[in-house]
């Protein structure tokens, strides 16, 4: 189903994909409101149809719903190419988070969801988008970021190890790099982290940085054969202790 505003202030289309009809209008009614041209699906299956006939934004998908879960829909999902996508989850289940997260969803959001709060996540996600689409046609030669050895290509999305071996990186984990090598020598506490890679919506959920800083760690380390590049500071969070250079 397509929920249209009555006055569009954006051209950007929205898909939310969650079994419990009620839900589904609701929010898709709530966010027409607000200039979004919305659809809706129950399943995997009708979003996949969704996806094959009109080109989204966004996606808004439930986590728990009966038959193919939200996290399986998302794992099929090829992240380098389909919307961006915020995940419900269930008020304390924290598992389905962090591997939502891990599995490249780029927000997420306790269900039942706020309303005002699920559209202030949307936009923030949007906005986020932007800008990176926005780097990467900008013009100007392309610059890096070196440290230790490693360059990241951050608009191409590349980061390669002092043996010029690319090294793979979730969204998460990519967005807490830049995190730290915006921040290089400096002690960044967990909630300074969620803001600064998952915007000042983020929910203060600690676990979920320490899974992925535990994760990055270890790939930028190359599984213990290079120096620790981030430092657990006692009480305090993480730094990154390498010198980052922009060329």
């Known amino acids: 189903m397509i ?3 009555d006055t569009l202030d954006i051209e950007t289309r929205l898909l939310i994909v969650d079994d419990d009809p009620g839900i589904r209008e609701l929010t898709a009614g709530f966010l027409a409101t ?4 919305v659809d809706t699906a129950a399943d995997g299956a009708e979003m996949r149809r969704a996806l094959a006939m009109e ?12 038959g193919e879960d939200g996290l399986t829909i998302l794992r099929s999902l090829d992240r380098a190419t389909s919307p961006a996508v915020i995940i419900l989850s269930v008020i304390g289940e924290e598992i389905d988070r962090i591997v939502g997260l891990e599995l490249g969803a780029d927000d997420y959001i306790a269900k039942p969801a706020n309303p005002r709060e699920l ?8 906005r986020r988008k932007a800008t990176t689409a ?7 030669k392309r610059e890096y970021l070196r440290f230790a050895g490693w360059r990241l290509d951050a608009v191409g999305r590349q980061l390669l190890d002092p043996e010029h071996v690319e090294i793979n990186l979730s969204d998460g984990e990519f967005r807490l790099l830049i995190a730290f090598i915006e921040h290089p020598r400096r002690v960044l506490t967990r909630d300074q982290l969620l803001d600064l890679s998952r915007g000042l919506n983020a929910e203060q959920f600690d676990r979920a940085i320490d899974v992925q800083v535990s994760r990055l760690r270890r790939k930028l380390s190359r599984e213990g054969a290079g120096p620790e590049l981030i430092r657990t500071v006692r009480n305090e969070g993480y730094m990154f202790v390498a010198d980052v250079e922009r060329r």
Do not use: F, K, Q
């Not at 607000?34 to 041209?37: A, C, I, M, T, V």
């Not at 080109?55 to 009966?66: A, F, H, K, Q, T």
């Open 3 to 5: 929920a249209n505003a």
């Open 34 to 37: 607000h200039g979004y041209l």
């Open 55 to 66: 080109s989204y934004e966004l996606i808004v998908l439930d986590v728990m719903m009966p």
């Open 119 to 126: 559209l202030a996540r949307i936009r923030s996600v949007l």
């Open 134 to 140: 926005a780097n990467s046609t900008g013009p100007g």
